[in-house]
């Protein structure tokens, strides 16, 4: 996981190698709109659902274990597994992304920074301001540290590639079908259930590595505590929270989507309206967590 984090953070996912041949997410997501064209019809949907949930996951953990299986031992085994890790692991896309949606906003170019930030959440760019630009680019910063960075890390350390290509195929189920609405609502009820319990764990080391690295570890401890169980998810409140804590600075609130308005509370009420120099500043809170990751990574290695 140390190889594959690393390979990351120097490369990314290279465009040129994503137009030649997409990207492991893009064919697993292919596979589960398949399924949702032809099982998401007529009765038993939940059923049908979770059947599509645990054939898709059970491909992906039987391709990681033929892989690693087929791998030589010792050093080069264990690099080659980090180079092929390398693609489920978004540290590098997680934070270009976000700095496209820093740099314009910083500019005060407001449309320019909508637009980049409509790349990353699904809530309606044209209804936000500065601070509802800021506040939409750090909740998918903090929220998606865990379930791109962190989980993918932690399924990896665990078990290894069958145990992160297993977890991507459980968070890209997520993203596609576990989504409460009148076509998903049923058929995507075992994807969501499941993601709530893989990313269980990595949602709170994702809070605490936040924390620790923002430099305000008590604040953002007390946020935690108190408002991360207030969230619409069960895991994604505790790296938001985490994070409005680190900054100083109130996240999720009420947010304007394309067909409704939802009414979510707010994560540190009391904070400040987050503005540009608080989403570069989470852009930094970012990069000294996921160095935290790979701090600990290395100390289980070698133990």
Known sequence: MLVALGVDAVLGWPAALYRRCGHPVTWLGALIAVLDRRWNRGRRRRLKGAAAAVLVI????????????????GV???????VIAW????ARSLHDHVAAVARPLAACDLEGARAAVAMIVGRDPAALDEAGVARAALESLAESASDGVIAPLFWGAVAGLPGIAAYKAVNTLDSMIGHRTARHGDFGWAA???????????????????????????AAWRVMRRDARHHRSPNGGWPEAAMAGALGVRLSGPRVYADRVAAEPWLNAGGGDPRAGELRRGLSVYRRAVGLAAVVLAVVALV
């Open 58 to 73: 059970a491909l992906a953990a039987t391709a990681g274990a033929l892989v690693q299986a087929a791998l030589p031992a």
């Open 76 to 82: 080069w085994g264990m690099v080659l597994a980090g």
């Open 87 to 90: 693609p489920l692991i978004a």
């Open 192 to 218: 969501a259930r499941i993601d709530d319990v893989a990313n269980l764990i990595p949602a709170r080391l994702t809070a605490l590595l936040i924390a620790l690295a923002g430099g305000r570890f008590g």
